[in-house]
């Protein structure tokens, strides 16, 4: 699976990207807005896991992007903040699966394999 992760903390993106290609799948790893952006002008992904808040906007905006452009991909928001009603609504709508933080490697692990079966 070919999976954009956009999230700002290094340390969380480089351990979520080391588990994510371990198990297989090719990650592209984006750490503002703006990088996310183009990945998402360049490249199509089968997976777009968004944070909540990074740097020059929101991952709600992303996927709201990618969601016209991106064909048939999947998204995982993800937030260590409790979400708005507007925000919960716009991720019930769009069928995006929400993953809070903290979170657990093997929950990222089994919501994968949810969506790829």
């Given at each position: 699976?070919?999976?954009?992760?956009?999230?700002?903390?290094?340390?969380?993106?480089?351990?979520?990207?080391?588990?994510?290609?371990?198990?297989?799948?090719?990650?592209?790893?984006?750490?503002?807005?703006?990088?996310?952006?183009?990945?998402?002008?360049?490249?199509?992904?089968?997976?777009?896991?968004?944070?909540?808040?990074i740097?020059?906007?929101?991952?709600?905006?992303?996927?709201?992007y990618?969601?016209?452009?991106?064909?048939?991909?999947?998204?995982?928001?993800?937030?260590?903040?409790?979400?708005?009603?507007?925000?919960?609504?716009?991720?019930?709508?769009?069928?995006?699966?929400f993953?809070?933080?903290?979170?657990?490697?093997?929950?990222?692990?089994?919501?994968?394999?949810?969506?790829?079966?």
């Amino acid at each position: 699976m070919k999976i954009l992760l956009i999230e700002d903390e290094e340390a969380l993106s480089d351990l979520l990207g080391y588990i994510l290609a371990e198990d297989g799948n090719e990650v592209t790893v984006a750490r503002d807005y703006e990088e996310g952006l183009n990945q998402l002008e360049t490249e199509e992904f089968d997976l777009i896991m968004a944070d909540m808040t990074i740097p020059g906007g929101n991952g709600i905006d992303l996927i709201d992007y990618a969601r016209g452009n991106q064909g048939d991909s999947k998204y995982i928001v993800m937030s260590g903040y409790e979400l708005t009603e507007e925000q919960r609504k716009l991720i019930d709508e769009w069928s995006c699966l929400f993953l809070s933080k903290p979170f657990r490697i093997d929950e990222v692990s089994e919501m994968i394999q949810s969506i790829n079966e």
